[in-house]
Nanobody, 127 residues
């Protein structure tokens, strides 16, 4: 069983940056596939970014060039650096872990491929 706890959400102004963290307890973190998703008000949960154990990141179109996913296996922690935030980025951000490596980017975007989820951290961006 893996427990995930997110932190770093805040209320910021457009153009600001935030760094979200997600710390895991239990499981084989170094071999896990990691993901970030988000759910805005009145919207469905959507994929943000993913990172395999080999270190290759994959991003949603809206995240490319602004967001960066990374991991520190020694600290069992994953990060999402978000720069140049926009009001459309307002959402609850969730980290997720899959107990397997996900090769196909199609499946990286599917929330059903992830086995464990955090409870989320709120990010609010005002204009």
């Amino acid at each position: 069983q893996v427990r995930l706890v997110e932190s770093g959400g805040d209320e910021v102004q457009a153009g600001d940056s935030l760094r979200l963290s997600c710390t895991a307890s239990g499981g084989q973190f170094s071999r896990a596939h990691l993901g970030w998703f988000r759910q805005g008000p009145g919207k469905e949960r959507e994929f943000v970014a993913a990172l395999g154990w080999n270190g290759n990141p994959y991003y949603a179109k809206f995240a490319k060039g602004r967001f960066s996913i990374s991991r520190d296996n020694a600290k069992l922690t994953m990060f999402l650096q978000m720069d140049n935030l926009e009001p459309m980025d307002t959402a609850v951000y969730y980290c997720a872990v899959a107990d397997k490596d996900i090769i196909d980017t199609y499946y990286m975007e599917r929330s059903s491929e992830y086995d464990y989820w955090g409870r989320g951290t709120q990010v609010t961006v005002s204009s």
